[in-house]
């Protein structure tokens, strides 16, 4: 089970930090990817990790501004988001699979926060 957590509204320019929760042996095996889905848009990727944080991928629009991050101990994976804007408002949800920026390699899927960038 994932369980994604820590979306909220915050101003241009904040930060808040996301967090997904991995319970079970499952998902040792596979990459975290996180990915964002604005109103009337397709999903994008955001970032992506290994549990040993040996592969990690950026999507374009965020390169610089957000840092996916492993917490092994809590098997939790987070993703610092700094410098926001109001493009970034979407949900964002956490998946486990074995590709890269594709959401269709990703099988397995929390449920979805909110992140909302508005003054």
């Known amino acids: 089970q994932l369980q994604a957590s820590g979306g909220g509204l915050v101003q241009p320019g904040g930060s808040l930090r996301l967090s997904c929760a991995a319970s079970g042996p499952t998902f040792s095996r596979y990459r975290i990817g996180w990915f964002r889905q604005a109103p009337g848009k397709e999903r994008e990727f955001v970032a992506g990790?290994?549990?040993?944080?040996?592969?990690?991928s950026y999507g374009d629009s965020v390169k610089g501004r957000f840092t996916i991050s492993v917490d092994s101990a809590k098997n939790t994976v987070h993703l610092q988001m700094d410098s926001l804007k109001p493009e970034d408002t979407a949900v964002y949800s956490c998946g486990a699979g074995t590709g890269t920026s594709r959401s269709s390699e990703y099988p397995y899927w929390g449920q979805g926060t909110q992140v909302t960038v508005s003054s």
């Open positions: 990790t290994s549990w040993t944080s040996t592969f990690i």
